[in-house]
């Protein structure tokens, strides 16, 4: 029997790709150290590190710089009226409020003031009795003329009758008809009677006159007592306040059962069609606002062209006022008080190098800027000169070129370094 022969166990190779993978790891990682210190060697830890992103950045321009002023103000009316109280009263009815479109002549409120309604009735009263004694002095007086124009006429008619005697008995005294002593009697009586004529008619020039002052002095009693029920019912008609003009009621600043006093102010009226704009410009920025120069209004709700007409001389709380007049026609919702922004057009710089206004510039002063370099990496600190100063724009005098770029934000904390690194 023959017995098997045992196959012999063959050795297998060793796989080499664990070691490959071992050693391109090895190599990644000495690549990843190479490169991180050839990175921090050349990183700089030294200057402080800027977000690009949170800067503006503006380059140098050369040409024409439009030099503008730009203020908040308001509309206003150019016909307004203040209304306040002419009399003493309380405050019965308040009818309108504050943005009321009113009338001349509206009602917008009413006072109560009893007293002033009694006054006037006793006023009317006393100006009525002295007309009636006018008139019944008037009548009176009318007779008194009228009986002395009668004795007038009897005195003359009597003197007319004497004389006719005495003409018939001249004729006969020359016939010796008559005595002589009956001629020189009817002669004496004529002298009497034409002596009483001349005294009556005296007598009625006497009445007339008298008629005439006595008439004045009552006329004018009447007069003084009309003027006084006027006034009373002007003061009753005041307690009635009304509208003057046409217009919007801007305020209206009384409550019902409010105590008013003559000259207690109510509210205010303006008329809405006839605006004009006051702009409050800074007092540092108005050195060179004029009359007749340019403006655009911005009212919000769409724009409109004016021009400068008063510049206040004087500064209040920091600002000037400047008065626009508006030319054109008003945005929709124009109003008085309503709040705007205007810019005016001051001048225009030709031939200059000008760049965005950096932060809290000042006109014709030095200024500190950041400079970047031409990588656009690192920004230096320079002094830079500025001329005018418009609302965005600033004029370059000295220390910059055109095409230099700057940064024109707020710089912040970093203000003190002296070079900053932009990531």
Known sequence: MNTPQRSMDRVR???KAPQIRRNVFIAVIAMVVIGCGVALA????????IDRDKLSIHAVQHGTMEVKVSANGQLLSKNFEELTSQVTGRVAKKLVKAGAVVKAGDLLA???NPQLVASADEATAEWEG???DLRASEAKLRTDVFTQEVRVTRAQFDMERAEVKLEAESALLGQHIIPDVDYKRSKLTVDQLRKTRDIEERRLQTVRDNVKVQIEVKQSRVEQLA????RARNEVANLR????????????GIDMGQQLQPGSPIGRIAQQDKLYAELRVPAREATEVQPNQSVVVDTRRGT???????VDPGVTNGTVIVDVELEGELPAGARPQLEVEGVVYVSRSQNTLYVSKPAYVKANSAVSVYKLDPSGRYADRITIQVGKVSVNDVQVLKG???GDRIITSEIGEWRDQERILLN
């Open 241 to 252: 306040v009304v509208a003057g003009i046409d217009g919007i009621v801007q305020s209206i």
């Open 42 to 49: 050349s990183m700089d830890f030294s200057t402080r590190r």
């Open 130 to 132: 002295a007309v009636s």
């Open 227 to 230: 003027r006084a029920r006027d």
């Open 304 to 310: 409109v062209n004016g021009v400068v007409t008063r």
């Open 13 to 15: 190779p060793k796989s």
């Open 110 to 112: 009413e006072l109560a």
């Open 400 to 402: 910059l070129d055109a």
